[in-house]
């Protein structure tokens, strides 16, 4: 038994020998594992700014002489309200194309063009005696219109009146109209003078 014993210090010393051989592990500092990169916020590019679309271009017959164009189907109308009277130009009294307007109050007499979209347009009007171009600007309307105001007694309202049967007024990107200068014209530009 003591030989046993001894074998078992015998393989113990061994081992301990043969460990002390056996250099010893460094010691790492703990290995720390990066913490992700944060995925970048994505970067949203500004919405463009609309253009305005450009007022079509419309097609339509070129006169030599304006009275040579057909009269514009529709009719004149007359109203008067308070502060008000205007006469309208329609194929139909839900379907007015011009309006005539005078604002008694200021004796300012607006010419109006509905189914126009475009904040500004250039508006052409035309009679046997005159033909001059304004600056027609937006209006707050049920319907897109765009419109000049005039000074009472500004002579294109005397050429509209007593033209030889009928004017026309041309504004960008809708055709042109050629209306009947009936008595209803010449009773709004009555009713501010």
């Known amino acids: 038994m003591k030989a046993t014993y001894l074998h078992a210090l015998g393989a113990i010393a061994l081992s301990f020998s043969i460990a002390a051989c056996i250099p010893q592990a460094e010691q790492q500092a703990p290995v720390s594992t990066p913490s992700p990169t944060p995925t970048p916020a994505p970067v949203i590019a500004p919405m463009p700014t609309p253009t305005p679309a450009p007022s079509p271009v419309v097609q339509e017959p070129v006169f030599e002489d304006y ?23 329609g194929p139909a009294p839900d379907a007015p194309e011009v ?4 604002d008694l109050g200021s004796r ?16 052409r009007i035309q009679t046997e005696s005159a033909n001059r171009v304004f600056d027609a ?15 009472a007694n500004d002579p294109i309202l005397d050429a509209m009146a007593i033209t030889k049967g009928r004017f026309a ?15 209803e014209v010449t009773r709004v530009i009555e009713d501010c003078r």
Do not use: H, N
């Open 108 to 123: 300012l007499v607006g010419i109006g063009r509905f189914g126009v979209t475009a904040s500004t347009a250039a508006m």
């Open 67 to 89: 009275l040579d164009a057909p009269q514009t189907v529709g009719d004149w109308t007359y109203d008067k309200e308070t502060g008000e009277s205007f006469a309208v130009f």
């Open 99 to 102: 309006i005539i307007r005078c």
């Open 137 to 151: 600007s937006t209006r707050d309307s049920r319907a897109p219109l765009v419109a000049v105001e005039l000074d």
């Open 169 to 183: 007024i041309g504004v960008e990107g809708v055709r042109t109209l050629y209306l009947p200068a009936w008595a």
